[in-house]
């Protein structure tokens, strides 16, 4: 400001000179006495040529801003405030006292600001160059907006060593935000993260790395922004090329992007459509801004679990299946849209999860994990089974597991190899929406409902009476819950209406399986896939069926289990609604269609084992399945093996070892104790589980009555014969992979005629069954399993 007119004669003989000159500043003074007021009318001082104002902006209902506005432009585009952080109430006013006190005081009397002042001012004056100046007696500035600068510059700017612009809150929030743009006291000028709501430095994304004294960031006015030597040498050209001054209003910001831009704005109306554009097309700084931040606290250069993107302008998105927290705040970050992976080892979720892929993306840092020398479909299991897991990196060989909050994201599109795997819940309806709150009625709901299906006939019709009275009241405790969205207390069970599912399945249309006492329908809700099993209106003790079915299965969780999603419960009736298995039965994967692959077979005689464990050990109330069979084995779209159909499940209490029922079950795969009068125990799903690992090595049926050979026709007993005579290949015929892996070929060979002990007691238990499938504990070898003597 090197050229200050301290005289109004003086002034105005210069001004006749120089009437274009854009150092001619004509002062327009508003002395002692003058006061402005927050009203409607946005009240304002404007500057001689009237480009500029200084007065109340306001902000909300009730919300004004002392600032300085391009006051020609229609778009409001504020260049410094005062109270960005305290807004004024209506009614508040700025005023130059008569005692030369300048002072932002609420209708109260309070004071909300006041520029430090030296001296006491004389006068105040609102200059074209967009300086608000407060003067004293001898005309010297007792202060400047120009010095005290917000988030924006204008020509004829400069910033000494230690200036600071501080970006806003967001494009209409003046209140302090996240970065700064900083000349600092050795020279080095440098654009900062935040530690916010703190104003201390974090992380710098932008330095010229050039230090000395008498530095300074200078904003010339033919619309040049440069750091500057004190001798005049330029350190670092920031923006050049800009149109020129006279036609062209200019500023340079620093975003609440955290980006420094330069822009300018036509002078002449009609010109072009009024707007603010980038002074040329590289008039920002840093070029890539995406790239630069990578905070080892802090979310980066777009919020929490977003990724920032660069197409010629930063951007910030949420990955899929989350959105951001508030959409006028991007920075705020992304929220998941779902409920997360459950950690509860009793109530393993990881079948409803599956991942969204996205190339060239990346959250930088924060690994919680890593893994080198690993395939995609192994990073992929490593994520998928970790609740920690949110995001998974995969690139070239490598494995990165990421956990939530996620920062630092970026696309970057030369990064051609690398991809993120984002774990998203497959069903993304509410559903599966589950509330912390119910946890302990949940669990007592469990106690009552496992005592209830162990004891006899009249505890169970006082105990049914006592569940309904419970679920009762959780239905009436949450009045705002419509029909349909209702959930079975205590369990993420739906509650359909009958009318629900008649749509959703088409009018009962496409059948897609049927069974003697139900049929199981296709259908479609909420874009997902639904089997919906209708049991067929029969006997009173189908009634029985329904409930037992609906409160065993509900409360189960597991990868190779098929999840009940809901059920309808209207009178005659009786429905229940699983996810719907694409693949189909294992019957018709492994007889009907080409033979699948030996490591197929394996991956799904694993997967059975394990669903069978978790019925039998793991879940809260132990289950013997009672007919498991290739039929009730269903394959997801990986092939993943998974038990359904516990239409005949019967509960145990944990200490009660043995029952005696009416026989169950399918011909082929009943145990022998279903015929004598022994106890029925979890062994004869172990039996059945034997016959169905025979089927799966041989990939036929147990019984074939089309064999070639009349000693092959029963699996059970041409498997033991092979085994015995050592020709095991005959077993597997002509499958490579099979013959190539001979070892475990043998090895479940084995398994399989343990498990077809007639004895029960010689059977294996699930869970050392598992043991021996994968591995850890050797298998011995057995006897004629017909024999009632261990081969030990
Ligand atoms: C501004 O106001 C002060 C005080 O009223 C007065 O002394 C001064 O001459 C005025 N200056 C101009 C340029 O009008
Ligand atoms: C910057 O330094 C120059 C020269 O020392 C000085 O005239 C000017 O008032 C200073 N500006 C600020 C904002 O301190
Ligand atoms: C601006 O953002 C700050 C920080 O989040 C908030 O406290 C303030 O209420 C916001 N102001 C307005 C006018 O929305
Ligand atoms: C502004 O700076 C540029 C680059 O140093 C220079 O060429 C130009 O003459 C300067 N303009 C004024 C008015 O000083
Ligand atoms: C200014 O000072 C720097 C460093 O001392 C020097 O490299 C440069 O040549 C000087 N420029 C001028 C115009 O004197
Ligand atoms: C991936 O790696 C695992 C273990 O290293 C291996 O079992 C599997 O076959 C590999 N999958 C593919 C598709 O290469
Ligand atoms: C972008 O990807 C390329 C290729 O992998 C890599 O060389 C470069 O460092 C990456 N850039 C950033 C900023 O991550
Ligand atoms: C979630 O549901 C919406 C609408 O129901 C659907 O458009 C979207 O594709 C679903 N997202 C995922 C990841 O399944």
Request: charged residues 20%.
């Amino acid at each position: 400001m090197g050229f200050v007119q301290q005289h109004p004669l003086f002034l105005s003989f210069f001004l006749a000179l120089l009437p274009f000159s854009t150092v001619a500043q004509t002062y327009r003074n508003f002395s002692l006495g003058s006061s402005l007021t927050a009203q409607e009318d946005n009240s304002f001082w404007p500057s001689p040529s009237g480009d500029f104002a200084f007065g109340f902006h306001k902000i909300g209902s009730d919300g004004f801003l002392l600032a300085i506005w391009f006051n020609k432009i229609p778009e409001r585009t504020i260049v410094w405030s005062a109270n960005g952080d305290n807004l004024a109430a209506k009614e508040s006013k700025i005023e130059l006292t008569s005692n030369g006190v300048f002072t932002l005081k609420d209708p109260g009397g309070e004071e909300i600001w006041s520029p430090a002042l030296a001296g006491s001012v004389a006068y105040a004056a609102m200059l074209d160059s967009g300086n608000f100046v407060l003067a004293g007696q001898d005309y010297q500035h007792l202060w400047e907006s120009f010095d005290q600068p917000t988030d924006t510059l204008l020509p004829g700017q400069v910033i000494n060593q230690t200036g600071r612009l501080v970006s806003r809150y967001t494009e209409t929030n003046y209140s302090r935000g996240r970065f700064l743009f900083i000349l600092q006291g050795d020279g080095n000028l440098v654009l900062y993260t935040t530690h916010f709501p703190l104003d201390d430095v974090n992380f710098a994304y932008w330095t010229t790395q050039i230090f000395g004294q008498d530095f300074a960031l200078v904003f010339n006015i033919s619309g040049y922004i440069f750091a500057r030597r004190s001798n005049g040498s330029i350190i670092n050209m920031i923006s050049s090329d800009a149109p020129s001054s006279q036609d062209f209003y200019q500023r340079a910001i620093l975003e609440y992007d955290g980006v420094f831009r330069h822009y300018v704005y036509p002078k002449s109306p009609g010109s072009t459509i009024g707007s603010w554009s980038l002074a040329s097309p590289g008039s920002f700084i840093p070029s890539n801004m995406c790239f630069r931040i990578l905070e080892t606290t802090g979310s980066g250069a777009c919020g929490f679990n977003s990724y920032c993107r660069h197409d010629g302008r930063k951007s910030c998105h949420c990955p899929p299946g989350y959105s951001f927290i508030d959409p006028n705040d991007v920075m705020k970050g992304c929220k998941q849209d779902f409920a997360p992976q459950s950690c509860d080892e009793a109530y393993p979720d990881t079948h409803l999860f599956d991942f969204h892929e996205m190339q060239n993306t990346d959250w930088p840092l924060h690994d919680y994990e890593q893994f080198k020398s690993v395939n995609e479909s192994w990073c992929r299991q490593a994520c998928l089974s970790d609740c920690f897991c949110a995001v998974a990196i995969f690139r070239g060989g490598e494995c990165w597991k990421k956990k939530l909050p996620l920062s630092n994201g970026r696309v970057n599109n030369t990064d051609t190899e690398g991809k993120a795997l984002i774990k998203i819940r497959k069903d993304n309806s509410t559903l599966k929406s589950e509330d912390p709150n119910k946890k302990n009625d949940q669990s007592r709901l469990i106690m009552i409902g496992s005592v209830l299906l162990s004891s006899s006939a009249f505890l169970n019709l006082v105990l049914l009476v006592a569940v309904f009275l419970v679920a009762y009241r959780f239905s009436h405790r949450k009045p705002k819950m419509n029909q349909t969205s209702q959930f079975m207390a205590g369990m993420n069970l739906r509650n359909f209406t009958y009318e629900e599912l008649r749509k959703a399945t088409n009018g009962f249309k496409e059948e897609v399986g049927h069974g003697s006492y139900a049929t199981v329908y296709k259908g479609i809700l909420l874009d997902n896939l639904i089997a919906v099993k209708r049991l067929n209106n029969m006997v009173k003790e189908s009634d029985k069926e329904f409930k037992a079915e609906v409160t065993a299965i509900g409360r189960t969780h597991h990868r190779n289990l098929v999840q009940l999603l809901g059920f309808c419960d209207e009178g005659e009736h009786k429905l229940i609604v699983y996810e719907y298995m694409r693949n189909g039965s294992l019957a018709n994967f492994l007889f009907e269609s080409n033979r699948p692959s030996w490591y197929q077979r394996v991956q799904i005689a694993l997967g059975t084992a394990r669903g069978l464990f978790y019925l039998h050990e793991e879940c809260s109330s132990r289950i013997i399945h009672c007919d498991i069979k290739p039929q009730n084995v269903l394959l997801d779209d990986s092939y993943t093996a998974k038990i359904c159909d516990f239409g005949l499940a019967k509960l145990m209490k944990t200490d009660q070892t043995g029952t005696t029922t009416a026989i169950r079950g399918t011909k082929g795969y009943v145990a022998p104790e279903w015929f004598r009068s022994m106890p029925v125990t979890f062994k004869v799903d172990v039996y059945s589980y034997g016959i169905l690992l025979l089927e799966l090595i041989c990939c036929r049926r147990s019984f074939d009555l089309k064999a070639e050979n009349e000693n092959q026709m029963v699996l059970v007993d041409w498997a033991f014969d092979c085994f015995k005579d050592g020709k095991l290949s005959m077993l597997v015929e002509d499958d490579k992979e099979a013959l190539d892996d001979m070892k475990r070929v043998e090895k479940y060979l084995m398994i399989a005629i343990w498990c077809i002990k007639e004895d029960p007691s010689l059977r294996p238990n699930m869970k050392q069954i598992l043991q021996m499938l994968e591995g850890d504990v050797e298998v011995e070898c057995p006897s004629d399993p017909y024999s009632f003597t261990s081969s030990l």
